[in-house]
């Protein structure tokens, strides 16, 4: 399983800019921002990015029903008393490893009653291992902010933002303009950005739409959303060539745990837990050739082709989005195997695969070209 972390509060950068369009909305004296007078702003710069109640229980109930779809494969990870085929990986945030260890408490606990542990008492709690990495070491999950050649052609390269930048002073500035109107200030298109980032944030943790929302018309979330679709895309996936390959690391892994399996090997990884972010989720969607549209997003595109793309951030990459690799046997022949791929706990079809069950032979020709890579090779 290679994840995001669960639901977390706004970064630093947001935090700041939701606390700045708090100030420029206090100026308007339209009765639409009456909801400022009790507002209590909850995104401090000390919570930056740090994960919140609602993240910690999102994976503890996700490792709950894991649990219980799967509980042969629990009983596979563990020998006697020992994790030996179980393997959990978080990056250096604590974010990340705070998912990981709400994962393995919801998946342990549940499934306690379901192990064949002799030694296990009812007030025994399972502590499974979870190993965290240092930022330095990124390099086993393809971070893009430690590869030198991503900084220099994705991050600092203007290109990288040309389609975004000019759909946001086509579209999004037009919805400030209407807000200006109606709220008797002056708001730019970043401003209406600020209040969407408001809007977003008081849905995830408090589930309130009477707040940033109202000021939004229905029309205008669609624009929104396919403007920030048009940052992730040239940012983390197929707008820059490189992006569909950084997930090699990871993929490299993946395979190897499935050539062991298939090849009969005792001793490999059953189980094996990956916790990351959001760029590392669509970095293995861009490897797999996963919701790629026919041509590249533009800013420029029609509303029938905005309409029908393929390439949706808040379907494919939201907080606590996992992608789960599955090695499955026919019951009927053992010997015949198949992958499936789980997007956030529903299976996808893989580009050239016919079908959600994919025989491992045919998945491996589709991807094994893709591996013969490094990280290092990648990067210089």
């Given at each position: 399983?290679?994840?995001?972390?669960?639901?977390?509060?706004?970064?630093?950068?947001?935090?700041?800019?939701?606390?700045?369009?708090?100030?420029?909305?206090?100026?308007?004296?339209?009765?639409?921002?009456?909801?400022?007078?009790?507002?209590?702003?909850?995104?401090?710069?000390?919570?930056?990015?740090?994960?919140?109640?609602?993240?910690?229980?999102?994976?503890?109930?996700?490792?709950?029903?894991?649990?219980?779809?799967?509980?042969?494969?629990?009983?596979?990870?563990?020998?006697?008393?020992?994790?030996?085929?179980?393997?959990?990986?978080?990056?250096?945030?604590?974010?990340?490893?705070?998912?990981?260890?709400?994962?393995?408490?919801?998946?342990?606990?549940?499934?306690?009653?379901?192990?064949?542990?002799?030694?296990?008492?009812?007030?025994?709690?399972?502590?499974?291992?979870?190993?965290?990495?240092?930022?330095?070491?990124?390099?086993?999950?393809?971070?893009?902010?430690?590869?030198?050649?991503?900084?220099?052609?994705?991050?600092?390269?203007?290109?990288?933002?040309?389609?975004?930048?000019?759909?946001?002073?086509?579209?999004v500035s037009l919805i400030a303009s209407r807000l200006s109107q109606e709220l008797g200030i002056t708001l730019t298109a970043i401003d209406v950005e600020a209040i969407f980032t408001g809007c977003t944030f008081d849905i995830t943790h408090h589930n309130r739409v009477?707040?940033?929302?109202?000021?939004?018309?229905?029309?205008?979330?669609?624009?929104?959303?396919?403007?920030?679709?048009?940052?992730?895309?040239?940012?983390?996936?197929?707008?820059?060539?490189?992006?569909?390959?950084?997930?090699?690391?990871?993929?490299?892994?993946?395979?190897?745990?499935?050539?062991?399996?298939?090849?009969?090997?005792?001793?490999?990884?059953?189980?094996?837990?990956?916790?990351?972010?959001?760029?590392?989720?669509?970095?293995?969607?861009?490897?797999?050739?996963l919701f790629k549209d026919d041509q590249h997003l533009r800013a420029d595109w029609s509303q029938q082709q905005i309409d029908n793309r393929k390439f949706r951030t808040s379907e494919i990459s939201g907080f606590g989005s996992n992608i789960v690799f599955q090695l499955?046997?026919?019951?009927?022949?053992?010997?015949?195997?198949?992958?499936?791929?789980?997007?956030?706990?529903?299976?996808?079809?893989?580009?050239?695969?016919?079908?959600?069950?994919?025989?491992?032979?045919?998945?491996?020709?589709?991807?094994?070209?893709?591996?013969?890579?490094?990280?290092?090779?990648?990067?210089?």
């Amino acid at each position: 399983m290679i994840s995001r972390h669960a639901t977390r509060y706004p970064s630093v950068g947001d935090t700041q800019e939701i606390t700045r369009i708090i100030k420029v909305l206090k100026s308007s004296n339209s009765a639409a921002v009456d909801w400022l007078a009790t507002y209590d702003n909850v995104y401090s710069i000390r919570r930056g990015k740090e994960l919140d109640i609602n993240g910690m229980r999102e994976f503890y109930d996700y490792g709950h029903r894991v649990s219980r779809s799967y509980p042969d494969l629990l009983n596979q990870v563990v020998d006697v008393d020992v994790f030996l085929y179980y393997s959990s990986l978080a990056s250096w945030s604590k974010r990340t490893a705070q998912s990981a260890i709400a994962f393995q408490t919801g998946l342990f606990e549940a499934s306690k009653s379901l192990l064949n542990l002799p030694l296990l008492r009812d007030d025994t709690p399972l502590i499974a291992p979870l190993q965290t990495l240092f930022f330095e070491n990124g390099t086993n999950v393809g971070q893009a902010d430690i590869c030198d050649r991503w900084i220099t052609s994705v991050e600092n390269n203007p290109a990288t933002t040309a389609e975004s930048d000019s759909y946001l002073n086509q579209f999004v500035s037009l919805i400030a303009s209407r807000l200006s109107q109606e709220l008797g200030i002056t708001l730019t298109a970043i401003d209406v950005e600020a209040i969407f980032t408001g809007c977003t944030f008081d849905i995830t943790h408090h589930n309130r739409v009477d707040t940033f929302c109202t000021l939004l018309a229905p029309e205008d979330i669609p624009i929104l959303e396919y403007h920030r679709d048009l940052v992730k895309y040239y940012e983390y996936s197929y707008g820059n060539e490189l992006n569909t390959k950084l997930a090699c690391p990871l993929m490299q892994s993946m395979m190897t745990n499935m050539e062991n399996a298939v090849s009969g090997k005792e001793d490999y990884t059953r189980m094996d837990i990956k916790l990351l972010h959001s760029e590392s989720v669509l970095f293995v969607e861009a490897f797999l050739g996963l919701f790629k549209d026919d041509q590249h997003l533009r800013a420029d595109w029609s509303q029938q082709q905005i309409d029908n793309r393929k390439f949706r951030t808040s379907e494919i990459s939201g907080f606590g989005s996992n992608i789960v690799f599955q090695l499955l046997s026919d019951k009927n022949n053992p010997t015949a195997k198949f992958v499936r791929v789980l997007l956030s706990e529903r299976p996808v079809t893989l580009p050239s695969c016919d079908s959600e069950l994919c025989p491992f032979e045919t998945f491996k020709s589709i991807y094994q070209p893709k591996l013969n890579c490094s990280f290092a090779q990648l990067c210089n």
